[in-house]
């Protein structure tokens, strides 16, 4: 399995993060995780001060969040992203959860998300949280894989603003991290 780590997104990554967003435009599929970052393709600067604000003066209403790249060591390629909230407020809790994560179409069912996941695991335990929900649309087997993988536990299903059937699941941190670590630890780097 190839080396992987998160990384805070920079203005190194510039063409990168376009061509993910990109890549996600040409497969015609839903982006997730990405902390806004489509709708800042014209002005990834602009995005960069947003995810500032977003950790550190979220403004009314909003909870403060981390946004991170899923690269790739060997081609330093961004595979994924995850956005990771550090706190929930009523509508989070409703749908959301803390934690939103994706991977570029052409990286899909490789097990990257896991990864991906594991990572956004060890940030959330270094910000104190203890439990995190997530959740998925039901028909998103892959997305509801990697969180059963990690030790998620279904809460409950509702149906979202749209319509859509979701799920809601439940991972105990440290568990996780713990339970996981052999697996997991071998192939990221924490750099």
Do not use: F
Request: hydrophobic share 30%.
């Amino acid at each position: 399995m190839e080396r992987l780590r998160l990384v805070r997104p920079s203005l190194e990554h510039k063409m990168a993060a376009i061509d993910y967003i990109n890549e996600h435009y040409k497969y015609n599929s839903e982006i997730h995780g990405s902390g806004g970052l489509q709708r800042y393709l014209e002005d990834y600067e602009g995005w960069l001060c947003k995810l500032d604000n977003d950790l550190n003066n979220p403004g009314l209403g909003r909870v403060r969040a981390l946004t991170y790249y899923l690269i790739r060591e060997s081609d330093s390629r961004i595979v994924g992203m995850i956005n990771i909230r550090l706190e929930l407020n009523d509508e989070l809790r409703r749908s959301g959860g803390h934690i939103g994560y994706g991977i570029r179409p052409s990286e899909r069912r490789k097990g990257y998300n896991k990864i991906n996941l594991y990572l956004a695991l060890k940030v959330c335990y270094e910000y104190g949280l203890d439990e995190v929900l997530l959740d998925c649309d039901k028909s998103n087997l892959g997305s509801s894989k990697s969180m059963q993988a990690l030790g998620g536990k279904l809460v409950d299903e509702y149906l979202d603003d749209e319509g859509i059937l979701c799920q809601r699941y439940a991972i105990r941190v440290l568990e996780a991290i713990n339970e996981y670590s052999d697996l997991y630890e071998p192939i990221i780097n924490l750099k």
